[in-house]
């Protein structure tokens, strides 16, 4: 029994580190490398930069329009298939945009990058994570996970950049195809495996989406993390934009957007050691404050080089955190055999957000002829998104993780990590009952 559960975490962490190398891969190659090609893109089809930033767009639409399925074939099934044909996808789309010719060609293969991204990606890795790692792991694994996936734009970006300046950008996309091809389908084909069931598990039926669904808790989840999405991405797109608009220079505004990579990774760090003396709500709210209250500092003190370098670096520290937190509070309020359906349904307005909340704040931008109004209203969306955190409870029948509790001897150590939660207890006969 004991080899079996040494071989279980040994497999494990198999699973987080491989997983850890294709999230990496991943996002460089299907999602931040966008940006190195819009120009060149642009110039090469003919069109506009906002029709070719259009088809970024449709590729995050389609990826949340598959957020549900996506998640309850996972439930279902696992994740070694559904990641092995996404990133095999992904590998060949990026081949085939390697060959564009026309617009329509190039939505067409970015729709499909987006099909492949929510299949392959960061909400796929997180629910073969929560299934595999039990309540007093997930936290690290996730951590783990986060972090290392944390620095793919700072990668891939400068990587894509240089392989276009040397061999054009045609060229660079099949580079990066063979990299997706080489580094993430045999990760995913030969690691991922079926999660262990746990003996707890059986003895209840899964919690129902509907009852999920009526819980007040979900949807105030919902609605703090899509607003921090939101602010998140409004910021992401026009930062560089209105750092030259009030007058830095456009490297000092490519430097200083540039923090964001590594203060992300930071915010990760921080936010699962404060959450282990802390309620993870707290701290998470307490952080999106704090990216309100830098929003509000860059709107009133942008012009000033220092004003807006501490700015950048407040709002920073929470550019990551969304990601780590909302499976750890998935995880410990409901059912986790439910956890990717669950966390599927949540995604979807959090990706919409993400898609279009920077061309609402260019809109205001337009509007009003400053970018201090999109810094405020950035600032309003990040106290909502705080307020609303905040404002969840904690589980029914609350117990801490295993992590807060003294534990005298081993036996009591192994009997914390393979005990659910009372409120996954709770849900699942809430969902035997139904």
């Keep these: 029994m004991a080899a079996g559960r040494s071989a279980g975490s040994h497999r494990g962490r198999m699973i987080v580190g491989a997983l850890a190398v294709t999230q990496t891969v991943g996002y460089g190659t299907l999602y931040y490398a966008f940006s190195v090609f819009l120009v060149p893109l642009a110039t090469d089809l003919n069109a506009s930069t906002t029709a070719v930033t259009g088809s970024f767009t449709a590729n995050v639409l389609a990826s949340a329009a598959l957020a549900i399925p996506v998640g309850r ?34 939505y067409a293969v970015q729709i499909g990058i987006g099909i492949a991204s929510a299949a392959c990606l960061y909400e796929a890795a997180f629910a073969v994570i929560i299934a595999w790692h039990t309540p007093a792991k997930r936290s690290m694994a996730l951590l783990a996970l986060t972090v290392v996936a944390g620095f793919a734009s700072s990668i891939f970006l400068p990587l894509t950049g240089w392989l276009v300046n040397q061999y054009g950008w045609r060229a660079a996309l099949l580079i990066l195809a063979a990299v997706q ?65 009030w007058g830095h220079s456009p490297t000092f505004a490519a430097t200083v957007a540039g923090l964001f990579g590594v203060l992300s990774v930071t915010g990760r760090l921080v936010t699962t050691g404060l959450q282990r003396r802390f309620r993870t709500t707290i701290v998470v709210a307490a952080i999106f404050a704090l990216q309100g209250s830098a929003a509000v500092v860059l709107a009133l003190a942008g012009r000033n080089a220092i004003a807006a370098v501490v700015a950048v670096t407040s709002f920073g520290l929470g550019f990551g955190v969304g990601s780590i937190a909302k499976p750890l509070l998935l995880a410990e309020r409901y059912d986790t055999r439910r956890y990717a359906s669950i966390a599927g349904v949540l995604v979807v307005p959090m990706t919409i957000a993400k898609a279009t909340a920077p061309l609402a704040g260019a809109g205001l931008h337009v509007l009003s002829g400053d970018f201090a109004g999109v810094f405020l209203a950035t600032a309003a969306t990040c106290a909502v998104g705080a307020a609303a955190i905040a404002a969840v409870p904690r589980p029914h029948y609350y117990r801490p993780p295993c992590h807060k509790r003294a534990m005298r001897s081993s036996t009591s150590a192994r009997r914390c990590s393979d005990m659910p939660s009372a409120s996954s207890r709770r849900g699942r006969e809430a969902g035997s009952n139904m």
């Design 181 to 245: 091809a080489l580094l993430t389908i045999p990760a995913h084909a030969t690691v991922l495996r079926p999660a262990p069931g746990r003996p707890a598990d059986a003895r209840h039926r899964p919690l129902r989406l509907k009852a999920v669904l009526a819980d007040r808790p979900f949807w105030l989840l919902t609605l703090g993390f899509t607003a921090h999405s939101a602010a998140v991405a409004t910021v992401g797109v026009l930062l560089i934009a209105a750092l030259v608009d």
């Design 73 to 106: 074939w996972l439930d279902r099934h696992g994740g070694r298939a559904l990641m092995t044909a996404g990133s095999t996808a992904g590998a060949l789309l990026l081949a085939a945009w390697s060959q564009v010719d026309a617009l329509w060609q190039l």
